[in-house]
């Protein structure tokens, strides 16, 4: 077997791999052998038939079978023979392919890059920390209770944090427009969930009462025909709801799975939860920072191939979280929607791949199983939990992967200029804006 191999650009590479005939000519007449012992030809006795009938009848399929695992079998060998590492699967062309001659054929694939790793040395990184303050903690208890508020129907008239179930249409020059008519609407006033104006003009109607409401779009509305228009909406009140927030006490804790019966027990295990809340949503944002940084320092050219993959997971991922299903086709979502993140997530995998290689790093066992701790804890029976992750195997090779992957944090953390930077709870938690969003809020304090 010969084999050339040319470097179309970074990462591209054309195999060219040439099969003696001699070897396709062997294969091929074992597989003859083998069907003719079984084929069954009208006129000749099975296992009777003659090599040249069966080739004559079946030789052109056979070969093509020969040929696919030959391009198979030796795509590989010539791969491992070049010490090449492809990075997705080959196109193969056939170059030459008559019977009795050498195959030949061109496989065109791309390889891992190769990574001359630079660490975070002297790189700024700012690490944020957060305390969950008394008022944190009674902020969420009112939050609890406000989730879990009963309606009671008010025979007043409305006021900001009632409910209101009402009837309405929306008049734009006379005429109605569609999508602004509801019946039996419910909507909490101050909950702002419709347009600025619409909820402040129901204060201070009751049960019964009509109103015609003028209010504007904003300039932003996703309706092109009503963004930034005046128009009119009738409305009618059916009914008008006071909130009524439950008590503190056990029937409203164990609602949570809490078994606490006092306040204080309550309150110790909500704070223990938006402690552990916390962590987790300061360690993400660390650990987000720190790979932008390693991306940054590290210039990677990602093959394409990866990436497609990644794109692939990412559209199934976002058809998940918004509930598609089987009604939605991840394919049909646009891939340049999901390219950006899939570039910076393939490159991450493949600089903490190079330094978990280069550093020999192994997944610390006493970090596991205290990770492992840590997730039973919100669980009822935590030992059923911790017994389940090391009774599975696969589930527990992804927490390894996850304790790994905090250790390369750790490791680029200890190299680099780090600045602890202190914030409330509320903004620990806040999910980080994308990053589309994070350069457009740039510009325009730029602007500004």
Known sequence: MQVSVEATSSLERQMTVTVPAARIEEDVNARLQQTARSARIDGFRPGKVPLKVVKRRYGRGVRQEVLGELIQNTFYEAVTKENLKPAGGPSIEPKQDAEGEDFEYVATFEVYPEISLTDLAGVEVEKQTAEVTDAD???????????????????????????????????????????????????????????????????????????????TFPEKYHSEELAGQPVTFKIKVNEVSAPELPELNAEFFAKFGIEESDLEGFKAEIRKNMEREVKQALHSKLKSKVMDELVKVNNVDVPKALVDGEIDRLRQQAVQQFGGGAQIDPSNLPAELFEAQAKQRVAIGLLVGELIQSKELKADADRVRSTIEEMAETYQQPQ????????????????????????????????????????????????????EEAAEESEEKDAE
């Open 137 to 215: 903690v009674d902020t969420m208890i009112e939050t609890l209770r406000k989730q879990h508020t009963d309606w009671k129907v008010a025979e007043r008239a409305a006021e900001q944090g009632d409910r209101v179930n009402i009837n309405f249409e929306g008049f734009k020059d006379g005429e109605a427009f569609e999508g602004g008519k509801a019946e039996g609407h419910e909507l909490v006033l101050g909950s702002n969930t419709m347009i600025p104006g619409f909820e402040d003009g129901l204060v201070g109607l009751k049960a019964g009462d009509e109103k015609d409401l003028e209010v």
């Open 384 to 435: 059923e939990v911790i017994d389940y992750y090391y009774g599975n195997q696969e589930q527990l090779a992804q927490v390894e992967a996850l304790v790994l992957e905090d250790q390369v944090v750790d490791l680029l953390v200890e190299g680099a200029k780090v600045t602890e930077v202190s914030i409330s709870y509320e903004e620990a938690i806040k999910p980080a804006p994308q990053k």
